[in-house]
């Protein structure tokens, strides 16, 4: 396997490494088998002006099984030997204007990827930096105040807040479908609070609940109530579980 790992690897890194553009390429790191459905390459090009187009990308990576772009063409997918190859492309001066802000926690809270994105930054395997872009940065998240994190966590216990007011009408109302959709809202912000609290930058999404379970710094029974969150079985399972999100709502308030 890592040999043809390898070869995707240099293959991705020799196109990419041409574009005037390009800064720096990083690719996470996955430890799954090829044969996992949760198994991918998955690389960020950070750029210093515009993404190339859709022609030239597809051109570039020619060699490789069906390519495609999302609409904006910010993200690309193929094959490359069978294996699952997705490119996400990342324009440096947002990066720059958003640690240039101070890094603002309303606005981090505010994105539907939280703190992914440094997470990316900060876990990425460098397979190129030509100015030393990421040398620079990644130094600056390393020292976020504490004011940023406790700011952050507030947005996150804020939102949860909210999350649980739309779980408690949907409740009432039998709602089913507003219902998983507030709760949904509700994982996601808790989760992200308790990743704010402990001052980790979120793992990808498929890997949040493995990664949260380790962390340090979890409110009382939190991993026994946030199990049982997803887990609804019939009508009866709502009302239970508008009520198990409200005691992780009120821990999340006093995690210190």
């Known amino acids: 396997m890592k040999p043809r790992i390898d070869a ?41 002006g515009d993404i190339p187009a ?8 020619s ?23 997705r490119l996400e492309y990342k324009k440096t001066d947002r990066i720059e204007t958003l640690l240039g802000t101070g890094m603002n926690a309303s606005f981090v809270a505010s ?15 460098v397979l ?13 998240l390393r020292s976020l105040p504490d004011e940023f994190w406790n700011a952050l966590h507030a947005g996150y216990v804020s939102k949860s807040e909210h999350d649980l007011s739309d779980l408690s009408a949907a409740q009432i109302r039998g709602d089913e479908l507003f219902f998983f959709l507030a709760l ?27 990664t949260l379970k380790t962390l340090p710094s979890l409110p009382e029974q939190f991993i026994t109530f946030f199990s049982n969150l997803y887990r609804i079985r019939d009508k009866k399972d709502m009302a239970r579980t508008r009520e198990i999100a409200e005691l ?9």
Not at 54 to 61: H, S
């Open 8 to 48: 995707a690897l240099q293959y991705v890194s020799g196109i990419v490494s041409q574009w005037q553009a390009a800064q720096s390429l990083t690719v996470i790191e996955n430890e799954m088998e090829i044969d996992d459905p949760y198994f991918y390459l998955s690389f960020d090009v950070f750029l210093d």
């Open 54 to 61: 859709y022609a030239e990308r597809e051109e570039a990576f």
């Open 63 to 85: 060699d490789c099984a069906a390519f495609e772009a999302t609409r904006l063409g910010t993200k690309d997918r193929f094959l490359f030997d069978n294996l699952p190859v």
């Open 111 to 125: 994105r539907d990827n939280g703190t992914y994105l440094f997470y990316r930054i900060m876990n990425g395997t």
């Open 128 to 140: 190129f930096d030509k100015p030393d872009w990421l040398n620079s940065v990644r130094p600056r």
């Open 184 to 210: 949904a809202a509700f994982l996601k912000d808790a989760m992200s609070a308790v990743f704010a609290e402990n001052r980790e930058f979120e793992p990808p999404p498929r890997f949040v609940w493995e």
């Open 248 to 256: 992780v709502a009120r821990s999340l308030v006093h995690l210190t």
